[in-house]
């Protein structure tokens, strides 16, 4: 029989006289600290990685001056929830902006689709559809109307009002790429309207990597007086006479509120508390994984400058192909050229257990139809991560289904990616909803007293 946890009496009380544990110190935990903190709560952050940061997290290699995500990230102008707080940890400076080229690979060739010219200069589609696709997506780009695009899907309206051939060399390569076969096809125009509505050509990156910014907003949570707790994985979390108790690392801790930022199945699975049914729709909300290696090649493998290249899943292995030192001086990683390999694919997808070596024979061979004269030789070193929880998959009319920030358990909240819609998943809106559960924990603590 497991022996009983060490118990603690509540963590300290603070200006408010309340406490709050955070589970995971990504970018939606620690933006939740940082406001509770703010507000005079006691704020534990627990997380079971050894650095903040979550899946936008990095990890540098000995002969390199900034750490690398491991899972490619950048910004777009408009995720103002994440470049605001930036300012207001007076890290702002640390945000550089770029006009990368992003591009489609079609036929063998990258092309461009990232601006109006290269949109009517694209060959996949007649000069007609090129047109009619810039200008519904210009609409999509301009109009704030979500509501209306989702209960129709991404592909029914993308060929309706975009086309058939459009949908087909652009769309259709996309969602299925995205979603895989399985879902593609079930995706709300919601999706697409956010994707298309929510960002900039220009793109912003962090100077450090995303791993700079989350050890500043780490220090600046604790600044504030909190506790962040890395290496500390939090086990369970049941209801007592005094509040919520968090078994984490070997030691239990006595909270007035908890607030989970992982998946929401986990959550279902560490909060026995929770009734049954709601568990099992939590449980239940899809989600796909993510695949990515890293490689670092002695040469740059797309001459032309290409910094991102979605790829056609009908002709090859996975999704992106990012080369991040066209967006980045390769002088910040020792010289070597940076391009990471991704795919999201199910959780119970082959990939994620097949070893190193098996997945990146099946994968790199891929690179001599970006440039041909890519030889396995110019790999100098490579890392593979993945993630079971990685990317959301909604389906039509889910804003009547996303799970509220509070739970059915009185104090037990969860801001989730799951929950960002019509959102896509992204940094900015994990800083997003990591400011609204604090409010909703302070403005609930308020309306018991
Ligand atoms: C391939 C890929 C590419 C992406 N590209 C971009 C991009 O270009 N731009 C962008 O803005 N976003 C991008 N994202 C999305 C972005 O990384 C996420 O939306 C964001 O980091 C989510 O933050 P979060 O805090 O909600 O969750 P997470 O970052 O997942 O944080 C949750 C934390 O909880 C911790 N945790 C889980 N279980 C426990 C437990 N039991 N006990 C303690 N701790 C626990 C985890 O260790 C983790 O640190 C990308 C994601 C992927 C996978």
């Excluded at 996309?174 to 399985?182: A, D, H, Q, V």
């Excluded at 209801?239 to 006595?254: K, P, W, Y």
């Excluded at 699975?269 to 990515?292: I, K, M, T």
Aim: charged share 20%; proline share 7%; glycine share 8%.
């Amino acid at each position: 029989m497991s022996q009983p946890l060490p118990q603690s009496p509540p963590a300290s009380a603070s200006a408010s006289g309340r406490s709050v544990a955070v589970i995971g110190a990504g970018f939606a935990g620690l933006s939740a600290a940082w406001d509770l903190a703010a507000d005079g709560w006691s704020v534990t952050v627990y997380d079971g990685a050894a650095h903040a940061g979550g899946l936008a997290g990095g990890f540098r290699d000995a002969s390199w001056e900034w750490p690398l995500e491991h899972y490619y990230h950048h910004l777009f102008q408009t995720d103002r929830a994440i470049i605001g707080l930036a300012e207001e940890i007076g890290f702002a400076d640390r945000l550089q902006t770029l006009r990368p080229v992003s591009a489609s690979f079609y036929r063998g060739k990258a092309y461009p689709l990232d601006g109006v010219v290269p949109i009517l200069t694209f060959p996949g589609m007649p000069f007609i559809d090129r047109v009619r696709m810039g200008a519904v997506g210009a609409y999509l780009k301009l109009t704030p109307d979500w509501r209306s695009l989702e209960d129709v899907t991404a592909a029914a309206w993308a060929r309706r009002w975009m086309g058939k051939r459009a949908y087909a060399a652009v769309w259709e390569p996309l969602l299925l790429g995205k979603f895989g076969p399985e879902h593609y096809e079930h995706v709300p125009m919601s999706w697409l309207w956010a994707r298309l509505h929510a960002r900039s050509f220009k793109l912003i990156y962090v100077a450090g990597g995303f791993q700079a910014y989350a050890d500043a907003l780490q220090r600046a949570v604790e600044g504030r007086g909190a506790v962040v707790r890395l290496s500390t994985p939090v086990r369970g979390i049941r209801r007592t006479d005094i509040g919520l108790a968090v078994a984490a690392g070997d030691g239990e801790a006595t909270f007035d509120a908890v607030v989970a930022t992982t998946a929401p199945h986990v959550l279902a699975r560490l909060a026995p508390d929770l009734p049954a049914d709601y568990a099992g729709r939590l449980a239940d909300l899809e989600h796909l994984g993510a695949v990515v290696f890293v490689l670092a090649l002695k040469q740059q493998l797309m001459t032309d400058g290409t910094y991102w290249l979605n790829l056609d899943k009908r002709e090859m292995p996975f999704l992106a192909c990012v080369e991040h030192t066209n967006l980045i001086d390769a002088a910040h990683y020792g010289g070597d050229h940076l391009v990471y390999m991704g795919d999201y694919l199910p959780p119970d997808h082959p990939a994620f257990t097949m070893s190193h070596d098996d997945l990146l024979a099946q994968w790199l061979p891929a690179l001599q139809r970006i440039n041909p004269a890519f030889r396995p030789d110019w790999v100098r070193t490579s890392w593979l991560s993945r993630a079971a929880y990685a990317q959301p998959v909604v389906p039509c009319g889910f804003s009547a289904h996303v799970p509220p920030l509070a739970t059915p358990v009185p104090g037990l909240y969860l801001a989730s990616m799951s929950q960002v819609y019509p959102w896509d998943r992204g940094t900015n809106f994990a800083v997003d909803i990591g400011r609204r559960v604090a409010a909703a924990v302070a403005t609930d603590a308020v309306s018991m007293r």
